[in-house]
Every structure is written in structure tokens, then in C-alpha cells.
């Protein structure tokens, strides 16, 4: 034992010795080293200048590729979002053709909920068709006017879109989304030409106004024609779109005249009631979430945060607007028949939302609600106006969409933010007036055409014991509900 600990011992003391000699070595020439590395610090540059000069040439154009993939990625991402939102609120409009089925159905007789079914389908088929041979290059003619301005180009189908030369969004994106408001369009007539009108002559109306009428008025704003050039604001379309239905409407009739009992002898009104008012209100709540498409799809682009907040911001107004013409509207009807009506509320929702259309994008929240409001209370207006007119409309669709899309035409000019190159609000309402006034003036005058050239060729309304009997089991064979289960 006393041999290991001497080994021990002597082992410790070999190793602290040989540890203590490395680390004078190693104090003694660190400074060397570290002179030399400072040395070549210095003269490396002077050396290696020449060098050093081909990685300089050659860094900037790996950063010029790099920002080129990133400015390639970023285009390509932005097109893919406005592209598949655009289609998403395009689809959101085309089910607006179900509520529009469901409003019309739920307002009108049993008797009739075929033909009212098949209108609809149609107007929406009849629509792309003729939408696509027509209607859609001849409201978008970009440079082929006919006579600038004011009429474009009759040319057929849809651009191609390849997705590799990105614009804002894919082309074919844009034309579903352009189709499902004309449809729209044409269907708002759908109602108020209801349980009287022959199924042919519903389909020449609808051809006529969505492969010409609709886009001839809409090339004048969103073609970058005369009113776009005066500067007329109408963002999402309650003149282009809801006015020329409106007014369509309204021409269709009075050509066709009031529904046999619609009003007496004496010309004391009648109401025919719906025959299921349950359609009619999911009808209402379809077309309110189908505005979603409507009025925040047209936004157009959504990619970034400034489009995003654009969108959103469009959807809030459009909210407010509804649900301020639904109170508007009941309250005037409670206080006019004293009772709460449930149909004048539905008209009120859709009021709202027509004269919000064109003014969603640049209103206050408290300009929304009072432009809301104040199309609730038209609603109300116009149904009785009409009624003191002895003009049949079954669904309210003139007080709807014709009455509610002038207002919204209007309210633009009052509460808008000024466009570019107008300074003043009287010169903007006034530019707002004369655009209103000249869509809707064609609309009416050249539906009424239409009207009038059909009913004098006797092809325009079915005779009364058609009428009476329905128009479903006489125009198209089929009942919508099975014999003598027919709601009353």
C-alpha cells in the first residue's frame, strides 16, 4: 500500500509539473499567433482584391432572380386567392335563383309554384347562354366600341385564362360571376309577371333582356361607357342590375294587367294571399346571405390586407342596411294596418339591401343604416302606391328592386364619398340623377316594347280559364303538389 501511494504521489506531482510547463509554452506564444491573425486581417484584402471583385459582380444577380421568384410568387399567390374567392362568391349569387324561387313561390298560389319554378330555372340557364354568345363582351368591349360609349362589340365566349400571365384574377372566375347578376337581372321580373303570363313569352322576355337590355345599360357604367366617363358610382349594381329588373318589372305589369279578383269592379283592392309564407321568409335569408357574393364579391380583388378590410368592410354596411330596412319597414306597416306584417319585414330586408348595392364600399356605418331605413319605408310606399294604380305586382318587385335601386342610385350621390374629379355633392348627385334616370328610362321603355309587340301578337298572357285553373297543370303538365293536397 505505502508502494501505491508513493506511486500515487509521484504521478501527481510528474503531472502537475508537465502542466505547468505547457501553459508557459502555450502564454509564450499566443501572442504570436494572435499577431499573425491580425496581420492577415490587414493584408488579406490587399491581396485578394482583385479577387474579391467576381463574388461582388455576381451577388447581385443572385438577389435580382430571388426578388424576381418572390415577385412571381407573390402574383401568383395573389391571383389564386382572387380567383377562388371571386368563384366562391359567384356561386353565392347563383343561389340567390333559389331565395328569388322561394320568395315568389311563398307570395303566390299553389296553383302556380311550377311555372314559377320553371322561370327560374330558365332565367338563370336562358341566361348563361345568351350571356355568353352576347351579353358579356358586349358589356365588357374593353376597345371594341360600336359607338363609343354608349354600344360595344358583339363578340362571342369567354377570353382564355392560362394562369401563367397573371392578372388580377382568372377570366373565367369574372364571367360566372358577370352571369349571376344578369340573371339576377332577368329573374326580379320572374314576380311580378307571376300567375298570368305565358311560359313562351317569358322565355323571349328573358333571352331579350339579359343577351341585350341589361348589357347595353351595364357597358354604359362598368363597360367604361358614358356614365362610367361622367363619373357615376354604382359599386355593386342597385341601378345596373336591381333598377333595370325593377323596371322591367313593372312594364311587364302593366302590359299584362292585374290577375283576375286582383281588384273589383270599383277598383277596390283585393289581396290574394301566398299560399306558404314560410318559402317566402327562407327565401329572404337565402338572398341576404347570397348578397354576401354579392356586394362583397365585388370588391373583385381580395388578396392584401387593404382588400381584406375592403371586403369586410362592405359586408358590415350591407348588414346594417338589411336589418334597418326590415325594422323600417315593419314599423310603418304596423303603424299604417295596424298589425306587424311579416311580408312588408321580408320586403324591408331586401329594400335595404338593394339601396345599400350601389353605395356599400363608400357610406359611414350610421349613412348605412338610414339609407337602409329609408328603403324599408319605399318598400312600404311603394307597394301602396301601386296598389292606387291598379298595378299588379304579386311580390313587390318594382317597390324592391325598381323604387329601393333609384334611392340607392341617389343616396350614393348624398352620402358617398366624392369620386375622383368631382369636387362638390350637388355636382355628384347630379351626375348620380342623370345616370339613374337614363338606365332606367331604358329599361322601362324597351321592356315595354317587348311587352307590347308580345301582347299584340297574342302570345303575352293565358286566357282566364288558364288563369283560374293554374298554370301549372295547363302550361306544363305537372302539379307542384299532389290533387287535393294543394295548399289553400
Known sequence: MKFIGDRWLSSLLIGAALTLVVGVVMTATAPVACAQEEEGAESAPVAEEPAAAEPAAAEPAEGDATAEALSSYIAETDYTINTLIMFICAVLVIFMQAGFAMVEIGLNSAKNAVNILSKNVMDLCVGVLLYLFIGFNLMYPGDGWVVDGWLGGFTPGVVASDGTDYGDYSSYADFLFQVAFAATAATIVSGAVAGRMKFSAYLVYSAILTGLIYPISGAWKWGGGWCDAMGFQDFAGSVVVHAVGGFAALAGAIFLGPRIGRFSKEGKSSPIPGHNISFAA??????????????????????????????????????????????????????????????????GVLGGLVAITANCDRVSQPESLIIGAIGGVLVVMGVLLLEKLKIDDPVGA??????????????????????????????????????????????????????????????????????????DLEEHGVRAYPLGAEPS
Open 398 to 471: 318594382w317597390p324592391v328592386h325598381g323604387l329601393c335601386g333609384v334611392w340607392g342610385g341617389l343616396a350614393t350621390g348624398i352620402f358617398g364619398d366624392l369620386p375622383d374629379g368631382i369636387e362638390t355633392v350637388g355636382a355628384f348627385f347630379t351626375v348620380q340623377l342623370i345616370s339613374t334616370v337614363a338606365i332606367c328610362a331604358w329599361a322601362f321603355i324597351t321592356m315595354s316594347i317587348v311587352f307590347g309587340v308580345l301582347k299584340g301578337m297574342g302570345m303575352l298572357r293565358v286566357s282566364p280559364e288558364v288563369e283560374q285553373s293554374g298554370l
Open 282 to 347: 327562407l327565401g329572404v335569408f337565402i338572398l341576404w346571405v347570397g348578397w354576401y357574393g354579392f356586394n362583397p364579391g365585388s370588391q373583385l380583388t381580395y388578396a392584401g390586407a387593404a382588400n381584406a378590410n375592403a371586403t369586410t368592410y362592405i359586408a358590415l354596411t350591407t348588414t346594417l342596411a338589411a336589418a334597418a330596412g326590415a325594422v323600417a319597414a315593419l314599423i310603418t306597416a304596423w303603424g299604417l294596418f295596424g298589425k306587424p306584417d311579416l311580408t312588408m319585414a321580408l320586403n
